[in-house]
C-alpha cells in the first residue's frame, strides 16, 4: 500500500492486560511518529524514531509505554499493564525526511482505538 | 498547558461562503505550522503549513494566514464544500536539528450545510 498502516485497527483489552500495536510506514520514510489522541482533543506526542533509533520518547506517559522499531521500518507501540485512561486513539505518522528543515509534511495512519475495560 | 489552541470546537458554513478556522499559541520557539483534516476512522491528513518566515500561503481554496506578534493563524476555505466538513486540526513545530514532533490543537468540527 501506499500509505502508513497500522494494525489492529480496534483492541479492547481488560485492565491489566499487555498490549501491541503495529504501525508500517511508508517505505523508504525515515521518521516515525507516534501519536496518542483522547477523546475530544487533539494527537499528543509520544515518541519519534528516525530510522531504528529512537531519538525521543519524551512524551511516553509512563515506564508502561515502550516502543521499538528494529530494522528501521515497523514499529511496534507495547503498553504493558494497561489502564482505563491508556484508552485513547493511537496513531502513527511517518515522514521522509530525517532531519527537519523547513518542516516536512507527516503522512498519518488511521490509528488504533484501544479500549480498556 | 495548551500551547496551541483552537477556541471553537464546531462551525457551520453554508456551501459556496468562506470558511474561517482560528488557532492561537503560546509557545514562541514554534516555527512552522501546518492544518490537519481529519475524516471519522482516518488518520488527520496534511492540508497546508506555512513557515514563521512568511505570512500568508495559498493552495486552490485554502489560504494560511500567520500573525507572529500575535501568535495567531487561520485558516480560510473559499469557497467552502459540502466534502470540506471535516475536524481541522491546527499544529505547530519548532525546529531543533531533528524531525520536529508537532503539537496539536484541539480541533475545530467545519460542517458545511447546503
Known amino acids: 500500500g501506499a500509505g502508513v498502516s497500522q494494525s489492529p485497527r480496534y483492541k479492547v483489552a481488560k485492565r491489566g492486560q499487555d498490549v501491541a500495536l503495529r504501525c508500517d510506514p511508508i517505505s523508504g520514510h525515515v521518521s516515525l511518529f507516534w501519536y496518542q489522541q483522547a477523546l475530544g482533543q487533539g494527537p499528543e506526542f509520544l515518541t519519534y524514531f528516525q530510522n531504528e533509533a529512537q531519538l525521543d520518547k519524551s512524551g511516553l506517559p509512563s515506564d508502561r509505554f515502550f516502543a521499538e522499531r528494529p530494522e528501521g521500518s515497523v514499529s511496534t507501540l507495547k503498553i504493558q499493564r494497561t489502564q482505563q485512561e491508556d484508552s485513547a486513539v493511537y496513531l502513527c505518522a511517518s515522514s521522509l525526511a530525517p532531519i527537519d528543515l523547513s518542516g516536512d509534511e507527516q503522512f498519518f495512519g488511521p490509528g488504533t482505538r484501544l479500549t480498556v475495560l | ?114
Open chain 2, 1 to 114: 498547558d495548551q500551547q496551541v489552541k483552537q477556541n471553537s470546537p464546531s462551525l457551520s458554513v453554508q456551501e459556496g461562503r468562506i470558511s474561517i478556522l482560528n488557532c492561537d499559541y503560546t509557545n514562541s520557539m514554534f516555527d512552522y505550522f501546518l492544518w490537519y483534516k481529519k475524516y471519522p476512522a482516518e488518520g488527520p491528513t496534511f492540508l497546508i503549513s506555512i513557515s514563521s518566515i512568511k505570512d500568508k500561503n495559498e493552495d486552490g481554496r485554502f489560504t494560511v494566514f500567520l500573525n507572529k506578534s500575535a501568535k495567531h493563524l487561520s485558516l480560510h476555505i473559499v469557497p467552502s464544500q459540502p466534502g470540506d466538513s471535516a475536524v481541522y486540526f491546527c499544529a505547530a513545530s519548532a525546529s531543533s536539528g531533528t524531525a520536529s514532533k508537532l503539537t496539536f490543537g484541539t480541533g475545530t468540527r467545519l460542517q458545511v450545510t447546503l
